[in-house]
């Protein structure tokens, strides 16, 4: 959230994205992807832009199934040692 607000800062300032990226250590890539994807250098606000990311974050997670789960006679698929 840090690095957000950051940038929140720069870009309210009119700072450009290579003085940004001198502050932060990241690429200019990086911080126009940021920008980008959260409304653009007009409307960058830090905090918007945290929920957002998390929001994207929030997928389901499809698991693996394990292999000692499987019947006995799965073990020649699913050796569980070797």
Sequence with gaps: MGEREEISRCLCAGEYYRAIV???????????REVSSNDGRDVQRAIAAQERALDRTRR???CLPCPQ???EGDSERFPTSR
């Design 60 to 62: 389901p997670k499809q």
């Design 69 to 71: 789960a499987h019947a």
């Design 22 to 32: 001198g502050l932060l250590g990241r690429a200019v890539s990086t911080i126009s």
